[in-house]
T-cell receptor, first 110, second 113 residues
Framework: KNEVEQSPQNLTAQEGEFITINCSYSVGISALHWLQQHPGGGIVSLFMLSSGKKKHGRLIATINIQEKHSSLHITASHPRDSAVYICAVNLNFGNEKLTFGTGTRLTIIP | DAMVIQNPRYQVTQFGKPVTLSCSQTLNHNVMYWYQQKSSQAPKLLFHYYDKDFNNEADTPDNFQSRRPNTSFCFLDIRSPGLGDAAMYLC????????????FGPGTRLTVT
């Protein structure tokens, strides 16, 4: 079992829909990251969280440390949001390494 | 703009022919990472430098080497590429080790023929 699990693996939605991507982890962490990767492209860091909630434009990330769960929300989704979204964590021990989830492939249809 | 730059973006090499991938950064970060990402898989950390201190992952093959001549530059050398080394190679930086944001470059896609 992966230490970091994401759901869903694939998500297709219509433009304008509210999107939620979930991440659950089974170990103690010092921080959680949400990353975005466009096809054939590099990775962009969207958020780094250790508690609470962060918002940047149409993107919102939340984390519940007790439940070991984080969500990434996209409001008013747009075709340019189509990408793979990756959840990654810094473990409490050996925390310089990122442990990655399997990614969620999001497709927004115009 | 401060950034992480990788060259080349696409590299084709022949089986067994040494290849070097380059990463540079204008962020003045202490830490530089090299990841290997194969199709539809998560990135896999190969090694990282904290300043000049080299940290190799236990399962990184000896075929992969790295050099960091100064703060700004880091190189990935693949001594004898095999077909299984075809992948996207991602460079990333962070200001410190630990729970700090990592800044990724655009990647170099390596093809081995």
């Amino acid at each position: 079992k992966n230490e970091v699990e994401q759901s869903p693996q694939n998500l297709t939605a219509q433009e304008g829909e509210f999107i939620t991507i979930n991440c659950s982890y089974s170990v103690g962490i010092s921080a959680l990251h949400w990353l975005q990767q466009h096809p054939g492209g590099g990775i962009v860091s969207l958020f780094m969280l250790s508690s609470g909630k962060k918002k940047h434009g149409r993107l919102i990330a939340t984390i519940n440390i007790q439940e070991k769960h984080s969500s990434l929300h996209i409001t008013a989704s747009h075709p340019r949001d189509s990408a793979v979204y990756i959840c990654a964590v810094n473990l409490n021990f050996g925390n310089e390494k990122l442990t990655f989830g399997t990614g969620t492939r999001l497709t927004i249809i115009p | 703009d401060a950034m992480v730059i990788q060259n080349p973006r696409y590299q084709v090499t022949q089986f067994g022919k040494p290849v070097t991938l380059s990463c540079s950064q204008t962020l003045n970060h202490n830490v530089m990472y090299w990841y290997q990402q194969k199709s539809s898989q998560a990135p896999k950390l190969l090694f990282h430098y904290y300043d000049k201190d080299f940290n190799n992952e236990a399962d990184t093959p000896d075929n992969f080497q790295s050099r960091r001549p100064n703060t700004s530059f880091c190189f990935l050398d693949i001594r004898s590429p095999g077909l299984g080394d075809a992948a996207m190679y991602l460079c990333a930086t962070s200001s410190q080790t630990g729970a700090y944001e990592q800044y990724f470059g655009p990647g170099t896609r390596l093809t081995v023929t």
